[in-house]
């Protein structure tokens, strides 16, 4: 619909642009059918470098929304597999590209909710993953060696998912993370970098993936935490940083985690990722105004998700 | 961009080279019709890769890949394999980094592949200055920063200065020289800069101790002292009250020992006080500012709560009910966690 609407001309549109204060399920489902049939546009291509990532995000903010049979099974671990780099052992964010960690996790998540975990070798993914740790206990994210706790997370994360935890160095894993933990109670993205409600994520939920919550100052980290909020309601990923729909996940999952999700202010947080839907394309946005996308239409569902969970 | 170029495709020097298309087409038919410079260039990219071919003509293509997709990691990859093969200059390639850097602060492989230039070349004096201009863009940059903070950790640690043929490449006290004065720069332009806050505590409590800093009891002295005139400057900047207690924490000095300092930030303004008295140890709050300031209640009840006795906790009660009905009522839920937490310990006491 919105897609063939364009300007009316009498200035007056007949179509009803629903009110933002519900989820719109129905129309982010669209958009999200939608994302894959622009291939003409400049865009898309120069997005393939997240495309898998793309479909994770989108394939899931249908799940949560219970509409995971809007998108075409066959087709997407079709599209899965033809990523997968056989040099490598890994999966890349599109066919024909090389092998990353961000990308292979994403590939594990997807058959693992399709149910068809059986398409890989997951002795060569184990190995590829493993791989990428560096001395230090970080990993990069592929063979290029940009390193940071992101990959870290990713690592732990699809490990865990092929139940090969046991195979990984945890401890060297686990000093990484101790050394990246500020004086403020979060982490950061490598050992001196600043806190980061992202990185909070990703260092806290791999160190409860390693069930090594002590390494955590609960207290501390909760309470920065719910200072990312602002008095509109959205959170923020740092101090005196703008609020964005996609901390709604960030910080909530971290606070998820810590079971301190309560010291959130839900109402105005649901008020303000909902205000950032696109009443009349559908998806949603970082912030009121924008355009959306996917990455924050899965984390404003998500979002919206664990704070009604 | 480099639009007065001519296509790949329609250049002698490429004649050699068959293009390969992007061979996955989601819906065969919806033309495409997207840049067709984008196109061109990465059919011949994906060629190259295929050749695996290393040479100077695959550092143009790969410069205008980059130009056009600045996150196109592979093509940042198959770069930097090429410099090395072909043996190219790589402070030639910094150079042009330097300007393809400041137009895309944000993407991450911009940072990674400086960082790979600088392990090679191992002058990381110059690149300093280079970041500071690039945070004149953007102050908050968080690739930036960690940027930075990798370059001194890096080149700055005891001995990194020394090559392997053991010979000293630059001066090691020289590369922190100036760090503290940077800090003081960036929080002068915006004293709530979280970043540069916590650059600051990098540098002085997260990174080794250097030459001239050994007295750490002079050094914390001094801090203190440049957080608490950072306060009254601005009493509402929640980042440089945690610096206050993120460098009694790693002193292990309590909280209480900044009471007197804490409790006129706590009140609305006394008309009464007098500012002519200079106390450097406990600089008033500015004239003008907006009082009581949040984050000195909450440190106020802390040091209450810290000191334990039962009229201590009432107070601190007291100061948290404030923060949930008045102050700070985004966070009433966890002001009401605080007082129950409290009242919890309190009864489990007695
Ligand atoms: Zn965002």
Same mark, same amino acid.
């Given at each position: 619909?919105?897609?063939?609407?364009?300007?009316?001309?009498? /200035?007056?549109?007949?179509?009803?642009?629903?009110?933002?204060?519900?989820?719109?399920?129905?129309?982010?489902?669209?958009?999200?059918?939608?994302?894959?049939?622009?291939?003409?546009?400049?865009?898309?291509?120069?997005?393939?470098?997240?495309?898998? @990532?793309?479909?994770?995000?989108?394939?899931?903010?249908?799940?949560?929304?219970?509409?995971?049979?809007?998108?075409?099974?066959?087709?997407?671990?079709?599209?899965?597999?033809?990523?997968?780099?056989?040099?490598? /052992?890994?999966?890349?964010?599109?066919?024909?590209?090389?092998?990353?960690?961000?990308?292979?996790?994403?590939?594990?998540?997807?058959?693992?909710?399709?149910?068809?975990?059986?398409?890989?070798?997951?002795?060569?993914?184990?190995?590829?993953?493993?791989?990428?740790?560096?001395?230090?206990?970080?990993?990069?994210?592929?063979?290029?060696?940009?390193?940071?706790?992101?990959?870290?997370?990713?690592?732990?994360?699809?490990?865990?998912?092929?139940?090969?935890?046991?195979?990984?160095?945890?401890?060297?894993?686990?000093?990484?993370?101790?050394?990246?933990?500020?004086?403020? /109670?979060?982490?950061?993205?490598?050992?001196?970098?600043?806190?980061?409600?992202?990185?909070?994520?990703?260092?806290?939920?791999?160190?409860?993936?390693?069930?090594?919550?002590?390494?955590?100052?609960?207290?501390?980290?909760?309470?920065?935490?719910?200072?990312?909020?602002?008095? @509109?309601?959205?959170? @923020?990923?740092?101090?005196?940083?703008?609020?964005?729909?996609?901390?709604?996940?960030?910080?909530?999952?971290?606070?998820?985690?810590?079971?301190?999700?309560?010291?959130?202010?839900?109402?105005?947080?649901?008020?303000?990722?909902?205000?950032?839907?696109?009443?009349?394309?559908?998806?949603?946005?970082?912030?009121?105004?924008?355009?959306?996308?996917?990455?924050?239409?899965?984390?404003?569902?998500? /979002?919206?998700?664990?704070?009604?969970? | 961009?480099?639009?007065?170029?001519?296509?790949?495709?329609?250049?002698?020097?490429?004649?050699?080279?068959?293009?390969?298309?992007?061979?996955?087409?989601? %819906?065969?038919?919806?033309?495409?019709?997207?840049?067709?410079?984008?196109?061109?260039?990465?059919?011949?990219? =994906?060629?190259?890769?295929?050749?695996?071919? #290393?040479?100077?003509?695959?550092?143009?293509?790969?410069?205008?890949?980059? =130009?056009?997709?600045?996150?196109?990691?592979?093509?940042?990859?198959? +770069?930097?394999?090429?410099?090395?093969?072909?043996?190219?200059?790589?402070?030639?390639?910094?150079?042009?980094?330097?300007?393809?850097?400041? #137009?895309?602060?944000?993407?991450?492989?911009?940072?990674?592949?400086?960082?790979?230039?600088?392990?090679?070349?191992?002058?990381?004096?110059?690149?300093?200055?280079?970041?500071?201009?690039?945070?004149?863009?953007?102050?908050?940059?968080?690739?930036?920063?960690?940027?930075?903070?990798?370059?001194?950790?890096?080149?700055?640690?005891?001995?990194?200065?020394?090559?392997?043929?053991?010979?000293?490449?630059?001066?090691?006290?020289?590369?922190?020289?100036?760090?503290?004065?940077?800090?003081?720069?960036?929080? %002068?332009?915006?004293? +709530?800069? %979280?970043?540069?806050?916590?650059?600051?505590?990098?540098?002085?409590?997260?990174?080794?101790?250097?030459?001239?800093?050994?007295?750490?009891?002079?050094?914390?002295? =001094?801090?203190?002292?440049?957080?608490?005139?950072?306060?009254?400057?601005?009493?509402? %900047?929640?980042?440089?009250?945690?610096?206050? +207690?993120?460098?009694?924490?790693?002193? #292990?000095?309590?909280?209480?020992?900044?009471?007197?300092?804490?409790?006129?930030?706590?009140?609305?303004?006394?008309?009464?006080?007098?500012?002519?008295?200079?106390?450097?140890?406990?600089?008033?709050?500015?004239?003008?500012?907006?009082?009581?300031?949040?984050?000195?209640?909450?440190?106020?009840? *802390?040091?209450?709560?810290?000191?334990?006795?039962?009229? *201590?906790?009432?107070?601190?009660?007291?100061?948290?009910?404030?923060?949930?009905?008045?102050?700070?009522?985004?966070?009433?839920?966890?002001?009401?966690? =605080?007082? +129950?937490?409290?009242?919890?310990?309190?009864?489990?006491?007695?």
């Amino acid at each position: 619909m919105a897609l063939t609407s364009t300007t009316s001309p009498q /200035g007056s549109s007949s179509k009803e642009i629903p009110s933002t204060d519900t989820l719109l399920a129905d129309l982010h489902v669209q958009y999200i059918q939608n994302l894959g049939k622009s291939t003409s546009d400049l865009t898309y291509h120069l997005t393939a470098h997240l495309r898998l @990532n793309a479909i994770y995000w989108g394939y899931t903010a249908l799940r949560i929304m219970g509409r995971g049979d809007a998108l075409d099974r066959d087709e997407m671990i079709d599209f899965v597999m033809r990523c997968w780099d056989d040099a490598e /052992g890994g999966f890349a964010a599109h066919p024909g590209h090389d092998a990353h960690l961000l990308s292979t996790l994403s590939a594990i998540q997807i058959l693992i909710m399709q149910d068809a975990l059986d398409r890989i070798d997951v002795e060569r993914v184990v190995k590829f993953i493993l791989s990428l740790q560096a001395p230090s206990g970080v990993f990069m994210g592929d063979k290029w060696g940009e390193e940071d706790t992101r990959f870290l997370y990713c690592a732990v994360s699809a490990l865990s998912l092929l139940s090969s935890l046991h195979l990984l160095d945890q401890e060297r894993t686990v000093q990484y993370l101790i050394d990246c933990k500020n004086y403020d /109670g979060g982490f950061g993205s490598v050992i001196g970098a600043e806190s980061h409600a992202a990185r909070v994520f990703v260092c806290v939920g791999a160190l409860a993936i390693l069930g090594r919550m002590d390494v955590v100052d609960e207290e501390t980290l909760g309470w920065w935490l719910a200072e990312r909020q602002l008095p @509109n309601g959205g959170l @923020n990923g740092r101090p005196e940083k703008l609020e964005d729909v996609c901390y709604s996940f960030w910080v909530l999952s971290a606070m998820a985690i810590l079971k301190k999700v309560g010291w959130i202010d839900e109402k105005k947080l649901v008020a303000f990722i909902l205000s950032a839907q696109d009443p009349e394309g559908g998806g949603i946005a970082d912030r009121p105004g924008d355009m959306p996308d996917v990455f924050h239409t899965l984390f404003g569902v998500a /979002g919206e998700w664990i704070l009604c969970f | 961009m480099s639009e007065t170029k001519p296509l790949y495709s329609k250049r002698p020097e490429w004649s050699d080279v068959v293009p390969v298309e992007q061979y996955e087409i989601v %819906n065969p038919v919806a033309p495409i019709f997207y840049s067709e410079q984008y196109k061109d260039a990465t059919n011949y990219f =994906r060629a190259i890769t295929k050749m695996g071919e #290393k040479s100077p003509r695959v550092l143009e293509l790969t410069e205008s890949i980059i =130009r056009q997709n600045p996150a196109h990691y592979t093509a940042w990859q198959y +770069r930097y394999e090429t410099l090395c093969a072909t043996n190219a200059s790589l402070a030639d390639e910094l150079k042009l980094m330097d300007e393809i850097a400041i #137009k895309h602060l944000k993407t991450y492989q911009v940072w990674h592949h400086r960082r790979l230039l600088l392990t090679t070349l191992r002058k990381p004096k110059p690149e300093l200055e280079f970041i500071k201009k690039v945070l004149h863009e953007d102050t908050k940059n968080y690739h930036t920063w960690s940027y930075r903070q990798w370059l001194l950790a890096h080149f700055g640690a005891d001995g990194a200065s020394i090559n392997k043929d053991g010979e000293e490449e630059y001066d090691l006290a020289d590369l922190w020289e100036g760090e503290l004065d940077f800090v003081d720069s960036m929080l %002068n332009q915006d004293v +709530r800069n %979280n970043s540069a806050w916590h650059h600051r505590f990098f540098v002085v409590w997260g990174c080794g101790i250097r030459e001239g800093e050994q007295d750490r009891e002079r050094v914390f002295k =001094r801090e203190l002292i440049y957080v608490k005139q950072n306060i009254s400057l601005a009493p509402n %900047n929640p980042s440089a009250w945690n610096y206050l +207690r993120g460098i009694l924490k790693s002193t #292990k000095t309590p909280l209480s020992s900044v009471s007197t300092f804490v409790l006129p930030y706590t009140r609305p303004r006394d008309p009464t006080a007098s500012r002519d008295i200079v106390d450097l140890e406990n600089p008033p709050p500015s004239e003008g500012a907006d009082l009581p300031s949040v984050q000195a209640v909450e440190f106020l009840a *802390d040091i209450l709560e810290e000191k334990g006795s039962e009229s *201590d906790i009432n107070q601190a009660v007291e100061l948290w009910k404030s923060l949930a009905t008045e102050l700070d009522t985004i966070r009433r839920k966890y002001w009401e966690h =605080r007082i +129950r937490d409290a009242h919890l310990k309190l009864k489990a006491s007695k």
